[in-house]
T-cell receptor, first 115, second 112 residues
């Protein structure tokens, strides 16, 4: 799992807290993604960044705020979350523009619990 | 709406037997399909992919079959091993850009 790393691996936060999830890719990729994975739903795409620019916001509530300072790092800032936001948050990266640009490499995820 | 769906939520298979995981898709415009494996506590891991101009592709102990006529995708695992126990997801590229849409997943349990 050295290709895409995520920190923290586990996070418990109250509904009034502010926290951030971090993702770093060491693969030389130029596209990064945030997904939400909950127990009863398929992987849900949240955000897509291509060359540091946000190209997709899949109707995500504003209490989730992504940031992509460079092609290797991606953050997800969290504030005033709801218990239903508890899930596994996965980061992925890919090499956009390449023949196999659809192949995404995932990190291990951050298990988030909102109390 | 259009979606990628899996027929079986859980598949139990005897060690050494072959496994077949099925996936249906509804968008005939999809041109790329990929299978991921997700073990407990880990992120999804790429297994194999196939483009719509192919109907079969083989990897190490895995084969993906694509039937565009009935919009069906399958993953075959030969000689299933305990380490194959995981959740398997199919995904398709059905929109412009580098986005994948994932199915619901099938859990494979390998019995010793």
């Amino acid at each position: 799992e050295t290709g895409v790393t995520q920190t923290p691996r586990h996070l418990v936060m109250g509904m009034t807290n502010k926290k951030s999830l971090k993702c770093e890719q060491h693969l030389g990729h130029n596209a990064m993604y945030w997904y939400k994975q909950s127990a009863k739903k398929p992987l849900e795409l949240m955000f897509v960044y291509n060359f540091k620019e946000q190209t997709e916001n899949n109707s995500v509530p504003s209490r989730f705020s992504p940031e992509c300072p460079n092609s290797s790092h991606l953050f997800l800032h969290l504030h005033t979350l709801q218990p239903e936001d508890s899930a596994l948050y996965l980061c992925a990266s890919s090499l956009a523009g390449a023949v196999s640009s659809y192949e995404q490499y995932f990190g291990p995820g951050t298990r988030l619990t909102v109390t | 709406g259009e979606s990628v769906g899996l027929h079986l939520p859980t598949l139990s298979v005897q060690e050494g037997d072959n496994s077949i995981i099925n996936c249906a898709y509804s968008n005939s415009a999809s041109d790329y399909f990929i299978w991921y494996k997700q073990e407990s506590g880990k992120g999804p891991q790429f297994i194999i992919d196939i483009r719509s101009n192919m109907d079969k592709r083989q990897g190490q102990r895995v084969t993906v079959l694509l039937n565009k006529t009935v919009k069906h995708l399958s993953l075959q695992i030969a000689a299933t091993q305990p380490g194959d126990s995981a959740v398997y997801f199919c995904a398709e590229n059905r929109a412009a850009g580098n986005k994948l849409t994932f199915g619901g997943g099938t859990r494979v349990l390998v019995k010793p």
